[in-house]
C-alpha cells in the first residue's frame, strides 16, 4: 500500500482524495484546517468552461478535456455511492457574442475542432437567441448572437466537495479536519529530498507520497520546504438573489454568461451572479471593493433588466489562487523532492480542472 498525504479539502484536494480512494493499492489520508469547501471552493459559481473557453490545444485543452470526459460519470457516481443530491445543470452554457468582438471566423474555426472531437458548440444567430433566452435584452446592447454548448455543465461546488470526501471516506479514505499541516519532515533519499512525516501539533502522519492541494496555502507549505511557489490572491466577490418567478423559459435554464458576467440559475427563483476579478496591490493584499461588485451587478442589469427587481439574498467573496510567472494550474512534483506533488494554482478554473487534475495526480503516483 502507497500511503497518500493530501493537504487541502477544497475542491482539487476532494477530487484527488476521491479518485485515489478507488486504487486498491492506495492508502489516502486528506489534512484540511478548516471545515471543507471554506477556501476559494467555497466562494465559486460553479461554472464549467471547457468546450466553450478558448483552449485549442496543449494541456490546456487536454485538461479540460479529460475534466468534460469525467465530469458526467463523477456526479452519477457520487450521488449513487453517498446518496447527495449535486446540484449540477446539465443544460449548458449560452456565450453571448458581442458584434464589436467580431470574430465569428475564428469561432467557426473553434467549432470544427470541437465538433472534430466530439464536443458540439451551436452558433445561435441574434433571433434564435431572443427566442431561446428573451430575459436578454439585446436592444441596449450589441449583441449578435451566441454560441451554446451543450456539453458544458455547471455545479454546487461545496456540495460537491463535500459528496466527493464523503465518497472518498465510504472508499476507506481519512480525512481530517481543523488539521493543520505545520511541519514536513524530509531527509534525503535517491534523487533528491524525501517527505516522510507530516506534522499536526501533537499528531504526526507517515506517508508515501505527498500532494499539496492547499490553494493560496500552497506558498507557506512550499516554503517551508525551500521551493516557494509564486502564488497571487486575485479577488471575487459575487452575488445571490431571489425573483418571484424564473427569468426566460423555466424549461431551459442554462447558464448565460456574457462580457465576464455570469448568470446561474439555481431554481427556485435563485441565481448567482459574478464575478469581480481584483488583483493585489503591490504588497500583495487585495480587499474586495464595493465599486467592482457594484459594476458586475449593473452591467448584470444591463443584460437582464428583470434583475433590477431581485432581492439581494447574499453576497460573498473569495480568493482565486494564480500562479505567478507561470500557466495556470500547477500540477508537477516539486522541484528536488522525490515524492511531492503540486496540485495547486488552478486560479480561476479549479472547479472546472479538479476531475482533470485528481486523474493526473492518479496516473502520477498510482498504479
Ligand atoms: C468568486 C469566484 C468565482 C469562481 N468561479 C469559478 C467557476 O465558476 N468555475 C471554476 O472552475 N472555478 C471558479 N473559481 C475558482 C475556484 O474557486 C478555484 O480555482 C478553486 O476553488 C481552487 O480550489 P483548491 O481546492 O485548489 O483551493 P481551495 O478551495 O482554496 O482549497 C485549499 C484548501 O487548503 C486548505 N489549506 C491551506 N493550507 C493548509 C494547511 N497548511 N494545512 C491544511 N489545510 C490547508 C485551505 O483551508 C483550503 O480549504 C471561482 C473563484 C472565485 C473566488
Redesign the pocket.
Known amino acids: 500500500m502507497s500511503r497518500v498525504a493530501i ?8 477530487a484527488i482524495a476521491y479518485e485515489l480512494s478507488l486504487c486498491a493499492d492506495c492508502a489516502v489520508t486528506l ?4 471545515q ?14 471547457g468546450a466553450i473557453s478558448r483552449k485549442t490545444r496543449g494541456r490546456a485543452w487536454e485538461l479540460r478535456q479529460a475534466s468534460l470526459h469525467r465530469y458526467d460519470s463523477l456526479i452519477d457516481e457520487l450521488q449513487a455511492l453517498t446518496s447527495r443530491v449535486i446540484p449540477y445543470n446539465r443544460q449548458g452554457i449560452v456565450l453571448l457574442h458581442f458584434a464589436s468582438g467580431a470574430d465569428w471566423p475564428q469561432w467557426q474555426k473553434l467549432q470544427a475542432q470541437r465538433q472534430a472531437a466530439g464536443w458540439p458548440l451551436v452558433r445561435w444567430s441574434r433571433s434564435l437567441l431572443q427566442s431561446h433566452c428573451p430575459q436578454l435584452d439585446l436592444d441596449r446592447h450589441d449583441i449578435d448572437g451566441a454560441i451554446y454548448s451543450p456539453c458544458d455543465r ?1 455545479v454546487d ?1 461545496v456540495i460537491l466537495t463535500e459528496a466527493l470526501l464523503a465518497g472518498a471516506q465510504q472508499n476507506g479514505a481519512e480525512c481530517h479536519f481543523g ?4 511541519e514536513i519532515i524530509s531527509q534525503p533519499g535517491q534523487t533528491g529530498q524525501r517527505v516522510s512525516q507530516i506534522e ?1 501539533g501533537s499528531q504526526s502522519f507517515s506517508c508515501d507520497w505527498l500532494v499539496i ?6 506558498l ?2 512550499t516554503r517551508h520546504l525551500q521551493q516557494p511557489l509564486a502564488l497571487q490572491p486575485v ?4 452575488l445571490q438573489v431571489k425573483l418571484p418567478t424564473l427569468l426566460g423559459v423555466p424549461e431551459f435554464q442554462p447558464v448565460l454568461s456574457g462580457d465576464d458576467i ?1 448568470l446561474v440559475p439555481l431554481g427556485g427563483g435563485h441565481y448567482w451572479v ?3 476579478v481584483e488583483f493585489p496591490d503591490a504588497s500583495g493584499q487585495v480587499a474586495a471593493s464595493p465599486e467592482q461588485l457594484e459594476v458586475v451587478w449593473q452591467r448584470a442589469i444591463a443584460f437582464y433588466p428583470a434583475l433590477a427587481t431581485a432581492e439581494i439574498v447574499r453576497q ?6 494564480r500562479p505567478d510567472g507561470q500557466g495556470a494550474p500547477v500540477i508537477s512534483p516539486l522541484a528536488g523532492y522525490e515524492n511531492v506533488w503540486l ?12 476531475p482533470a487534475t485528481a486523474l493526473a495526480i492518479r496516473a502520477a503516483i498510482a498504479s
Open positions: 493537504v487541502g479539502g477544497g475542491v482539487v484536494g476532494a489534512l484540511e484546517r478548516e471543507p469547501a471554506k477556501g476559494s471552493t467555497g466562494a465559486a459559481l460553479g461554472v464549467l468552461m455547471q461546488p488539521a493543520e499541516v505545520q499536526i492541494a492547499a490553494g493560496l496555502g500552497s507557506p507549505l479577488l471575487g466577490q459575487a455570469h459574478g464575478a469581480t460573498w467573496s473569495g480568493q482565486r489562487p496540485a495547486t494554482g488552478h486560479y480561476r478554473n479549479g472547479v472546472l480542472l479538479a
